[in-house]
């Protein structure tokens, strides 16, 4: 295992822990990773991350802690929240929520009670856990009732939503999900939400980034709460946060602190607050762009090589491919792609005949690859990649994946990753 060179303290306490650091920079650097929800932070995200920051406790919000010695706690996370109510235009935020999850629990802990009815998207739909589903504390403690998408367009069928809203009153409406290719209508959401009365949390942690950087309609005014990650599409750290109106800011601040979570992750805060500025630049606008045309170009690519994607294509920085007609598991060609420097995901695709854990499909996503500045004109090599892989897979040529980890590994070694220590 390589040393980890950029690490000097961490090599000389823990050789072994450095030399997995300094693996994973390789790695990390070599391979191209189509994963939709990860990205490459900045250095300047990646060095926030790793302040003293983290060695205070702040419980409480900025001016109203538990704790003394806030002098320079309080202006980061003041910061932080300015800088999101002014990226996202809302009227609060609250950047506390230590990941996706915690924020989304946060969101029910403040607008219903346990087994009250919400209404959330299908995790094997492309909805996300949290949004009700029956594995998750959200589907056992709240009685989640779930939407799909129409079986011959693959698109939200916004018909069974406002029937089920309807019949169900759920108390939260979710929106937003972790497998869809399309554009979120949050207006034809708020509008069933406000018909049955009901909160609409718009879940827009993938796609995050793009609303940003205008590549993406945004949920405001359509959505009262907004939770979103903030190491996706955003490139920011491993964190979330809670946006709403002002009107619910109490709740939310109440649900997040002390209802949900103890004190927040100031370090985590710092480098959201650096992502934050990172997005309002100019050019986090060309990169939304950039992420959304490299997306549409690697769907026509693969479309022209006979790949069947979910809804036939994307609106926004992810493809969902369904391999059934390539007779390969997703599984499989996942593992295979792995073995060849293609880092991706295993996933399910609407109405499924395979389990979760053995799906149909593999899911795919340019954020990283365009944070390295490949643009639309690599998506070609990028979907031949893909399909000679598969076809590697298919007939268990190891060779072959072999030779394509070697021409990935070369033609990322032209695009350095931000964040990464250059050789
Ligand atoms: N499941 C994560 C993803 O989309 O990869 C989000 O929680």
Known sequence: MSQSLSHPALSAADPELAALVGAEEQLQADTLRLIPSENY?????????????????????????????????????????ERAKAVFGVEHANVQPYSGSPANLAAYLAFAEPGDTVLGMALPMGGHLTHGWGVSATGT?????????????????????????????????????????????????????????????????????????????????????ISTTTHKTLRGPRGAMLMSRASHAKAVDKAVFPGLQGGPHNHTTAAIAVALREAAAPSFRDYAHAVVANAKALAE???????????????????????TSKEVPGKVAAKALDRAGI???????????????????????????????????????????????????????????????GEVAELMAAYPAPGLPTA
């Open 343 to 405: 880092v991706v995901n295993y996933n399910t695709v609407p109405f499924d005949p395979r389990k979760p854990f053995d799906p149909s499909g593999i899911r795919i996503g340019t954020p990283s690859l365009t944070s390295r500045g490949l643009g639309t004109d690599r998506m070609p090599l990028v979907a031949e990649w893909i399909d000679r892989s598969v076809q590697a897979a298919a007939k268990g040529d190891e060779d072959a994946l072999t030779v394509i980890r």
């Open 41 to 81: 932070v900045s250095a300047a995200v990646l060095e926030a991350t790793g302040t003293v920051l983290q060695n205070k406790y702040s419980e409480g919000y900025a001016g109203r802690r538990y704790y003394e010695g806030q002098q320079n706690i309080d202006q980061v996370e003041t910061l932080a929240v």
């Open 141 to 225: 403690w709240f009685r989640g009732v779930q939407y799909g998408v129409r079986p011959d367009s693959a698109l939200i069928d916004f018909d069974e939503v406002r029937d089920l809203a309807r019949k169900e009153r759920p108390k939260i409406i979710f929106c937003g999900g972790t497998a869809v290719p399309r554009t979120i209508d949050f207006a034809a959401f708020g509008e069933i939400a406000r018909e049955v009365d009901a909160v609409l949390v718009a879940d827009i942690a993938h796609i995050a980034g793009l609303i940003a950087g205008g590549a993406h309609p945004s949920p405001v005014p359509h959505a009262d709460v």
């Open 301 to 323: 690519a693969l479309l022209a090589r006979g790949y069947d994607l979910v809804s036939g294509g994307t609106d926004n920085h992810l493809v969902l491919i369904d391999l």
